[in-house]
């Protein structure tokens, strides 16, 4: 069974930052892309960032462009999301997924086959 397991929310002002993990048990990340979305009450869930199996591509949402940073360690069978100059309309629950394939490109939810129970990142003005 492959669970995922994401950490590191909070509580942060504006212009802040936040470090999400992901922490997945169960089988290797190591062959799969993974990625990052994000869900507020009433919206559509929102691809934030993606990484292919090696780590040598990544991709990003409009949202998260030049601000946020996605990495991953294969050993430790981790991804992160490193969030810099956080605004309120980052305010969301965000859930780490693990892809069906090593790639999952910007693409959306139907992409990805398992995804964590997601934290809460709320950011204040």
């Known amino acids: 069974q492959v669970q995922l397991v994401e950490s590191g929310g909070g509580l942060v002002q504006a212009g802040g930052s936040l470090r999400l993990s992901c922490a997945v048990s169960?089988?290797?990340?190591?062959?799969?892309?993974m990625g990052w979305f994000r869900q507020v009450p009433g919206k559509e869930r929102e691809f934030v960032a993606s990484?292919?199996?090696?780590?040598?591509?990544?991709y990003y949402g409009d949202s998260g462009k030049g601000r946020f940073t996605i990495s991953r360690d294969n050993p430790k069978n981790t991804v992160y999301l490193q969030m810099n100059s956080l605004k309120p309309d980052d305010t969301a629950v965000y859930y780490c997924?693990?892809?069906?394939?090593?790639?999952?490109?910007?693409?959306?939810?139907?992409?990805?086959?398992?995804w964590g129970q997601g934290t809460q990142v709320t950011v204040s003005s």
């Open positions: 990484i292919s199996w090696t780590g040598g591509r990544t």
């Open positions: 997924a693990r892809g069906r394939t090593g790639d999952s490109g910007d693409g959306g939810a139907e992409r990805y086959e398992y």
């Open positions: 169960g089988r290797p990340i190591s062959v799969y892309g």
